[in-house]
T-cell receptor, first 113, second 113 residues
Framework: DGGITQSPKYLFRKEGQNVTLSCEQN?????MYWYRQDPGQGLRLIYY???????QKGDIAEGYSVSREKKESFPLTVTSAQKNPTAFYLC????????????FGEGSWLTVV | GESVGLHLPTLSVQEGDNSIINCAYS??????FIWYKQESGKGPQFIID?????DKRQGQRVTVLLNKTVKHLSLQIAATQPGDSAVYFC????????????FGSGTRLQVQP
């Protein structure tokens, strides 16, 4: 099946640990995105990448890091510097350009214990 | 999984009625708009999109209206069904620079049988 795969679906992190969320797409999309969603709120942009080997900070990048070494992969690392990491994380991709739809994966729940 | 959208404004309609969900967007330079549907614990699902050079677009049972003068977007769902119950988000994208989506805060639609 074509689409965006996020893993793991549920992840628990101890305070002080870094964790990495995986996002893979087989849609041959150039652009990929990471959003964070908290209960009762919309989605906020963490990082985005318009092309391989390039990425830009979004609105809430502090405490997060990303890499884009391959077109199909855009992993997100939640570092210990992120003080309130418990949230629902959503990865998305699009073919880029004007008016191209952005499609989302099914999300990853991260909880700090 | 934890539910998102716990404190969102709620629209309650009877099954079979038409629903109208409204959204005010912020950037007068935005050139592309999308409506998403999000069910609890899942990623947003694309419903319909519209470009800024249009004021109306129709899909299957859904219509999006764009009023650029007052920066207002609406989603109309005809003959609302129980399966339409979800949180609905509008999203906008600027015409230059950052090409990632900015999301509104969302509206919960509850369909009463």
């Amino acid at each position: 099946d074509g689409g965006i795969t996020q893993s793991p679906k549920y992840l628990f992190r101890k305070e002080g640990q870094n964790v990495t969320l995986s996002c893979e797409q087989n849609l041959n999309h150039d652009a990929m995105y990471w959003y964070r969603q908290d209960p009762g709120q919309g989605l906020r942009l963490i990082y985005y990448s318009q092309i391989v080997n390039d990425f830009q900070k979004g609105d809430i990048a502090e405490g997060y890091s990303v890499s884009r070494e391959k077109k199909e992969s855009f992993p997100l690392t939640v570092t210990s510097a992120q003080k309130n990491p418990t949230a629902f994380y959503l990865c998305a991709s699009s073919s880029g350009g004007s008016g191209n739809t952005i499609y989302f994966g099914e999300g990853s729940w991260l909880t700090v214990v | 999984g934890e539910s998102v959208g716990l404190h969102l404004p709620t629209l309650s309609v009877q099954e079979g009625d038409n629903s109208i969900i409204n959204c005010a967007y912020s950037n007068s330079a935005s050139d592309y708009f999308i409506w998403y549907k999000q069910e609890s614990g899942k990623g947003p699902q694309f419903i319909i999109d519209i470009r800024s050079n249009m004021d109306k677009r129709q899909g299957q049972r859904v219509t999006v209206l764009l009023n650029k003068t007052v920066k207002h977007l609406s989603l109309q769902i005809a003959a609302t069904q129980p399966g339409d119950s979800a949180v609905y988000f509008c999203a906008e994208r600027g015409d230059t620079g950052r090409r990632a989506l900015t999301f509104g805060s969302g509206t919960r639609l509850q369909v009463q049988p």
